[in-house]
């Protein structure tokens, strides 16, 4: 058991603990994606329709938007939100879940960037599109948006942007 959580304070780890660790890497990057998308939505730029269950659930009144300024407003601010949990998440993963190395430090983060800003295009196009084609509720939307950026980014830096 000592061997085992000895590789949760290191980068030298085996296959599943570097899962587990690059999972709760992505729990805290998500957290921190959630926490400032949700934050932007209700205090900056409006993206919750009344009735969202968020609204529901944090008690607070909502205004009637159109479906197309809320899939607008939701899409600013998950990039917003993106760009900053994404910067959180190279971190973490750079001095806990990854080697890094298999690239220069520039070259490094212009590809984490870049394969996170593809996931990201993909799942804020396809919330958008549940949102205005479908009428879907932003969190709903935003929840299949969040499981395509996961699962696309943890492929891609696995196997293209870090050692092992």
Do not use: C
């Not at 899939?71 to 993963?93: C, K, P």
């Amino acid at each position: 058991m000592k061997a085992i959580l000895r590789q949760f304070k290191g980068q030298n780890h085996g296959h599943l603990v570097q899962f587990v660790k690059y999972a709760l890497a992505g729990g805290v990057a998500t957290a921190v994606h959630i926490s400032i998308f949700y934050f932007l939505s209700i205090i900056v730029l409006p993206a919750l329709e009344a009735g969202d269950p968020v609204g529901g659930i944090l008690n607070i009144p909502l205004p009637d938007l159109a479906e197309g300024v809320r899939a607008r407003n939701a899409t600013i601010n998950n990039l917003a939100a993106f760009m900053i949990s994404n910067f959180v998440v190279y971190q973490i993963n750079i001095h806990w879940v990854f080697e890094a190395g298999r690239h220069n430090r520039w070259v490094e983060l212009g590809m984490f960037y870049l394969v996170a800003g593809a996931s990201v295009i993909i799942g804020t196009g396809l919330m958008a599109f549940l949102i205005a084609s479908r009428g879907l509720s932003t969190t709903v939307a935003f929840g299949a948006n969040v499981f395509v950026a996961l699962a696309m980014n943890y492929a891609a830096r696995k196997f293209f942007i870090f050692k092992g």
